[in-house]
């Protein structure tokens, strides 16, 4: 089958840095996505790592390791209205399906 | 707010009845993808349309059913609704057929079966 296996939880304190991984068995795909989710929200995009290596967007950076079947999104200088759920998902090479992780919630503490 | 319209926004009915959901795609986009979110879940791929025409299918029931129109707007329907369709439902966008890794996603339909 194909799954990408994500923490359900991370706690943080405000300014720090969290790392939120995800691991992922599925047979090819394009390229890993991150998205944020508030409560009660939609889903936003983050990141997107098409290539192996590190992709920056401000506070947020995302990395990918193919070989390792392997990905994290990095979060730094931690803020407040940064807890929310994040998923990672993939598109994969076999029929187009969207698959995401079942996401991690990060709580940010002052 | 990502261009993507879904209504209604809050949906309530009992099991056994039928419902139709619609999402209008930001301007210019042609590809419309349907998720499932249950409570305190992932999301879950029911179907993507392209163009008018199905693209990809997940893992969808057969009670479910979707189009999109020529307008490109696309509506799931959901019926011989049950207590576990009770969830959010959200569409999303992108511009092409083509995996996109950005997808624009609408505020979503809560719909409660009762």
């Known amino acids: 089958g194909q799954s990408l296996e994500q923490p359900s939880e991370v706690t943080a304190v405000e300014g720090a840095i969290v790392q939120i991984n995800c691991t992922y068995q599925?047979?090819?795909?394009?390229?890993l996505s991150w998205y944020q989710q508030h409560d009660g929200g939609a889903p936003t995009f983050l990141s997107y790592?098409?290539?192996?290596g590190l992709e920056e967007t401000g506070r947020f950076s995302s990395f990918l390791s193919r070989s390792d079947s392997y990905g994290y999104l990095l979060l730094q200088e931690l803020q407040m209205k940064d807890s929310a759920s994040y998923f990672c998902?993939?598109?994969?090479?076999?029929?187009?399906?969207?698959?995401f992780g079942a996401g991690t919630r990060l709580f940010v503490k002052a | 707010d990502s261009g993507v319209t879904q209504t209604p926004k809050h949906l309530i009915t009992a099991t056994g009845q039928r419902v139709t959901l619609r999402c209008s795609p930001r301007s210019g986009d042609l590809s419309v993808y349907w998720y499932q979110q249950s409570l305190d879940q992932g999301l879950q791929f029911l179907i993507q349309y392209y163009n008018g025409e199905e693209r990809a299918k997940g893992n969808i029931l057969e009670r479910f059913s979707a189009q999109q129109f020529p307008d490109l707007h696309s509506e799931l329907n959901l019926s011989s609704l049950e207590l576990g369709d009770s969830a959010l439902y959200f569409c999303?966008?992108?511009?092409?057929?083509?995996?996109?890794?950005?997808?624009?996603f609408g505020p979503g339909t809560r719909l409660t079966v009762l």
């Open positions: 790592n098409a290539l192996d």
């Open positions: 998902a993939v598109v994969n090479t076999g029929g187009f399906k969207t698959i």
């Open positions: 999303a966008s992108t511009p092409s057929g083509t995996p996109d890794n950005e997808q624009f």
């Open positions: 599925t047979s090819g795909f394009y390229g």
